[in-house]
């Protein structure tokens, strides 16, 4: 059984920049377009960026776009979300997951794997 692992949370200043490393073990991870989810207590999760199993196309939600990056590495299995200018409202639990199909999909249901995530706290 393969398993995605988050790394990369913590505490920063509004303003400020972090690096979410999400490596993925036991499975073909070019055959996976890879998705960016984050979730704060409440409320639902919400997609936040995606990345085509290529690495060409990415798409990303409008409240962290032209902030944040998605990028991946199939020679090392790991997707990255690079975050800059991080906001309070940024704050929340973010989770990587992988989805079995060609498409770029921003609706978690649709998603297969997903890893335990990390937390990322940005005080304000």
């Known amino acids: 059984q393969g398993q995605l692992a988050e790394s990369g949370g913590g505490l920063v200043q509004a303003g400020g920049s972090l690096r979410l490393s999400c490596a993925a073990s036991g499975r073909t991870f070019r055959k996976y377009v890879m998705g960016w989810f984050r979730q704060t207590p409440g409320k639902e999760r919400e997609f936040v960026a995606a990345i085509s199993r290529s690495g060409t196309n990415t798409n990303y939600a409008p409240s962290v776009k032209g902030r944040f990056t998605i990028l991946r590495d199939n020679a090392k299995n790991t997707v990255f979300l690079r975050m800059n200018s991080l906001k309070h409202e940024d704050t929340a639990v973010y989770y990587c997951?992988?989805?079995?199909?060609?498409?770029?999909?921003?609706?978690?249901?649709?998603?297969?794997?997903w890893g335990q995530g990390t937390q990322v706290t940005v005080s304000s």
């Open positions: 997951a992988a989805d079995e199909t060609t498409l770029i999909r921003t609706t978690d249901e649709n998603y297969d794997f």
